[in-house]
């Protein structure tokens, strides 16, 4: 078992922190240009998947309850409902893990969008505003947009560890 | 220098049972949360008392937003403003536009209401049509209407609106008739006056009114006094307003007045009328 260093696992802490109050800095600012303020990403999904699937941060399940609650906090709609997405993503990536080998970029990718899948899924359905006819461009741009800031935290992420 | 090992079991690569339990744990708790939370409200009252907080955070967040968006206000280009200024111009004249409209519809809904309980009231049976064109021909006054015999309109009827007696039809065609307004020189109307029961004839004096060449200057008449149908001839209904004298003028003969009416019915171009049905 590679074991990592306090030095390691201090700077993957710092960098979930420094990276969650960019989260809530962006969260409460539009994308520049788009007049519809629903259509952004979900920074807080999109942190979350790379710290969980690359096992960061030394991140459990009691951790991501309180950093769940703390998003609720902030962004929330509901005390409890971003706990709960985050338990479910880490849940469904233990699942995921212990039936499949998940080596390739692409696989981690494929896993990571079906990740995101589920959270926008738990998201609507534990919506205060929930409605079955939401409208579904508005979610598949929302999906979008967080495969792509997923994307680039990932790129992001892996180089601030590897140096 | 080297490292420090960690003394916390790490999780990277970690094939280790799945904490079930703690998951349930967590799994129930955040049910419950959000559960207590839809019906007591809670985070609500969180967020109001970490508002201390975040507030002045947010603020800070979309300061340069609102400044951006303050600013691009304050120097609102002038050719924004004429622009603006010529597009409410061209809205206020298709407005003032629909506004005429208006007017004219509700004159012509008016006349027709009027029409209606004018019918009701003598229970005059009759078509109802539109004056379409004046003319002039063999030097009498012709309104052309626009309905002929087709829709039942006969020659010699007589015609009215809600203001009173109009004229007489004169000639059909199919689709056209042509009405002699009661103006016309030569025209003439059985009448009475409101206040008595003395019968006379009016005469249209081709200038915009009627006129009694000789009435008995023994029969009390004034200024305003109004003449009406008398129904004598069996073409025009009793009652209909005719119009009121505007002048009394002495003749050579000191027996008779000379009498000056105005109608009461003016029609014009596109004014309704009904053509009343002759009695058999």
Not at chain 2, 168 to 190: G, M
């Amino acid at each position: 078992m590679i074991k990592k260093t306090i030095i390691e696992q201090k700077k993957e802490k710092n960098l979930l922190i420094v990276l969650s109050l960019i989260a809530i800095f962006l969260s409460y600012i539009g994308i520049p240009g788009i007049e519809n303020s629903v259509i952004m990403p979900n920074y807080f999904i999109a942190l979350i998947i790379p710290f969980i699937l690359m096992k960061l941060g030394n991140l459990n399940l009691y951790k991501l309850v309180i950093i769940g609650l703390v998003v609720d906090v902030f962004v929330g709609q509901l005390l409890g409902q971003y706990a709960f997405i985050f338990i479910s993503i880490y849940l469904a990536d233990y699942i995921v893990n212990r039936a499949l080998v998940i080596k390739s970029g692409k696989q981690v990718f494929t896993l990571s969008f079906f990740l995101i899948l589920i959270s926008f899924f738990i998201l609507w359905i534990s919506s205060l505003s929930y409605s079955i006819f939401t409208p579904p461009k508005i979610i598949l741009f929302q999906i979008i947009l967080t495969a792509i800031t997923y994307s680039i935290l990932n790129v992001f992420i892996n180089r601030s560890i590897s140096r | 220098m080297a490292q420090k090992e960690s003394k916390v079991k790490l999780k990277l690569f970690n094939r280790a049972e799945f904490p079930l339990f703690s998951f349930f744990i967590l799994f129930i708790l955040c049910l419950v949360l959000m559960g207590v939370d839809y019906r007591y409200q809670i985070l609500p009252k969180i967020k109001s008392e970490f508002s201390i907080i975040t507030a002045p955070i947010i603020y800070l967040i979309n300061l340069p937003k609102n400044i951006l968006n303050e600013s691009k206000d304050s120097f609102i280009t002038k050719a924004i403003l004429k622009e603006k200024i010529k597009n409410l111009e061209q809205t206020n004249y298709s407005l003032s536009i629909q506004i005429q409209e208006n007017v004219l519809i509700k004159s012509e809904n008016k006349i027709l209401r009027d029409t209606l309980r004018i019918k009701k009231k003598f229970k005059i049976k009759g078509a109802t049509a539109e004056i379409i064109l004046p003319d002039v021909k063999n030097g009498f006054k012709i309104l052309t209407v626009s309905k002929g015999f087709k829709d039942n309109i006969k020659t010699g009827s007589a015609v009215i609106n809600n203001e009173g007696l109009v004229g007489q039809i004169i000639n059909t065609s199919k689709t056209y008739s042509e009405l002699r307004p009661i103006t016309s020189e030569a025209y003439a109307v059985p009448a009475i006056m409101n206040n008595s029961k003395e019968n006379v004839i009016l005469f249209g004096n081709g200038n915009g009114g009627l006129e009694i060449p000789l009435f008995p200057a023994n029969i009390s008449i004034q200024i305003n006094d109004t003449f009406i149908t008398s129904g004598v001839d069996d073409l025009y209904p009793k009652g209909i307003k005719i119009g009121r004298v505007t002048e009394i003028k002495p003749t050579n003969s000191p027996k008779f007045n000379f009498i000056v009416i105005t109608p009461f019915s003016q029609p014009t171009t596109f004014s309704q009328i009904t053509v009343v049905n002759k009695r058999k």
